[in-house]
């Protein structure tokens, strides 16, 4: 209890014997003198406590330098049970011109620092080797016209081990800027020195006509270089904020010659390719042709390229896709692409041609427009499977049957007996005999089968059976034109199915579902129509029992 007592009274001493801690000692330095202009360097501030970091004012180094990030740390330690405490401020500077600068002194709570003279010397007095880390920036041309992709590549030249750091994208006015593909890291070797290569494309396309000015892609981050302690034999390594911007560059972009017809359109050059049923010769008539035209575009950007318009005969209906749009790099080539897929639906039988399809372009090299050609394509359609008519029976006498008549009659003559003993008999027990109705049963068929059509939900099949049925029911061959025009309803069904199935890719439940709906209203339609049907056969016989 007594030691107890002794110690907290001997604590209790030296807190009143030894004052408040406080600031004694300010330090300044840099990490490297002389410097060259435009360079950043590390200024360096110590102070012997833990300070309020905005006790410290910088803004005297704003005339002569460029103040960069600025980074604070406090450390403390134990040395003879005294604890040790320091605040250190990294201020990254570049000196604005050559020549004698002076860092400024800095105070804090009335401990100053000393003044340092900083000796700037021209930027190409120390040769590339001794560069840590710089930036390189080039433009695919210096001349471009309005709408124009420019491929600006931007490349971070780093000697040392980098530790984080952001690669800003170059500032310009009156244009559109987007990074194109992913960061390549390699190497290169530069005056006989190695360096890691970060390179970064970026696509420009200028809107207004006239000299563009491009501010180069500037880097900002922390690098690890070797350093040596004071009065230390061994090196180490320390991190260091860096920085470094690309030169400015300039580039002269002409307007859209006024003699270019069509839609603007600039690039290196234009292809137009399409991908069709080649392994089909003929095709059927209501089933579906598949076509994908695709628009490839060296060095020019997706959203430049126009809408591929087909101009297609009024027997054939298109049921467009929404169109794809996409940018890649193929063998150090940026690629823009444009592709449509549609569905053509052939609502008659016959020959038809497939227009050519012509996209206008403007070649920069040569300076004059150009054309990508799709050729044109002629195709075959031919109906679909329907059943032939019911033909009567034709009874045809030849001279060799005359010797049959008498045996005939006498046939006849007996069935007639027959008839009239059957008639007797039914006068008899007053028995009614139904008259026979036309034969339906062709038709009750057709019909069965566009109701299985329906419930399978696959369009062609559906389609197939519809002309199927009403051929059957007609005795003519009967094309989708011609049964949309029997009635509203089967013409506002038939444009309701195709439209579904053909303008979308049919593979979602909610696709399916619509697909289902659109069968049913067909088959309603179909069941609703007032079309009166031809009586094909007579009945056999008249009523037997007339009333």
Not at 146 to 174: C, F, H, S
């Amino acid at each position: 209890m007594v030691i107890r007592q002794f110690f907290i009274l001997l604590l209790l001493i030296i807190g009143v014997t030894h004052p408040v801690y406080a600031i004694t000692k300010l330090e300044a330095s840099v990490d490297r003198n002389p410097v060259m202009e435009g360079e950043y360097f590390v200024l360096n501030i110590s102070a012997d406590d833990e300070i309020d970091t905005a006790k410290l004012d910088t803004s005297a180094l704003l005339k002569d330098f460029i103040v960069g990030r600025t980074s604070v740390s406090r450390s403390t330690q134990i040395m003879n049970f005294d604890a040790v405490k320091e605040t250190r401020w990294q201020v990254l500077l570049a000196p604005k011109q050559k020549g004698q600068l002076t860092i400024p002194a800095f105070s804090i709570d009335g401990v100053n620092s000393a003044p340092i003279p900083l000796k700037v010397v021209d930027s190409g007095s120390q040769v590339t080797q001794t560069n840590n880390l710089f930036i390189d920036a080039k433009v695919s041309t210096n001349e471009a016209y309005v709408g124009q992709l420019i491929t600006y590549k931007v490349k971070l030249y780093l000697a040392v081990e980098l530790q984080r750091g952001v690669l800003n994208a170059p500032v310009i006015e009156g244009a559109q800027i987007k990074q194109i593909g992913e960061d390549k890291d390699g190497s290169e070797i530069v005056d006989g020195r190695r360096y890691r290569v970060i390179e970064r494309t970026y696509g420009i396309i200028p809107d207004l006509p006239g000299q563009v000015n491009i501010k180069g892609a500037t880097f900002s981050g922390d690098v690890l270089v070797e350093s040596q302690r004071r009065g230390g034999m061994f090196g180490f390594n320390e991190s260091r904020p860096m920085q470094a911007g690309a030169p400015s560059l300039t580039v002269q972009v002409e307007p859209a010659p006024a003699s270019f017809q069509g839609q603007w359109l600039v690039a290196d050059l234009v292809v137009l390719k399409e991908n069709f049923p080649e392994e089909s010769k003929e095709f059927t008539l209501g089933n579906p042709i598949t076509r994908t035209i695709t628009l490839l575009a060296s060095n020019a950007d997706e959203n430049s390229l126009p809408d591929v318009m087909q101009d297609l005969p009024d027997e054939l209906k298109q049921y467009p896709e929404k169109p794809q749009r996409q940018t890649f790099v193929r063998d150090a080539q940026i690629v823009s692409q444009y592709s449509i897929t549609s569905a053509i639906v052939p609502t008659q039988a016959g020959t038809f041609i497939l227009p050519e399809v012509n996209v206008p372009w403007w070649n920069p090299h040569l300076k004059r427009q150009e054309t990508a050609t799709l050729p044109a394509r002629t195709i075959v359609v031919k109906g679909g499977a329907v059943p032939d008519a019911t033909v009567q029976p034709t009874w045809q006498v030849d001279s060799d049957t005359e010797n049959y008549w008498p045996w005939v009659s006498a046939l006849f003559a007996m069935l007639w007996l027959v008839t009239f003993v059957a008639w007797r008999r039914a006068l008899t027990h007053k028995t009614t005999i139904v008259a026979t109705p036309h034969p339906k049963a062709a038709p009750i068929q057709s019909l069965k089968g566009l109701e299985q059509a329906c419930a399978s939900g696959n369009t062609s099949d559906i389609l197939s059976q519809l002309q199927h049925h009403f051929s059957h029911t007609t005795g003519n061959t009967m094309t989708l034109d011609k049964i949309a025009a029997l009635s509203p309803q089967l013409a506002e069904a038939i444009n309701r199915l195709q439209s579904i199935a053909y303008s979308a890719k049919g593979n979602t439940t909610e696709s399916q579902h619509r697909l289902s709906d659109a069968a049913n209203a067909l088959l309603n339609a179909v069941k609703a129509s007032e079309f009166t049907l031809p009586s094909k056969v007579h009945a056999p016989l008249s009523p037997l029992n007339p009333r």
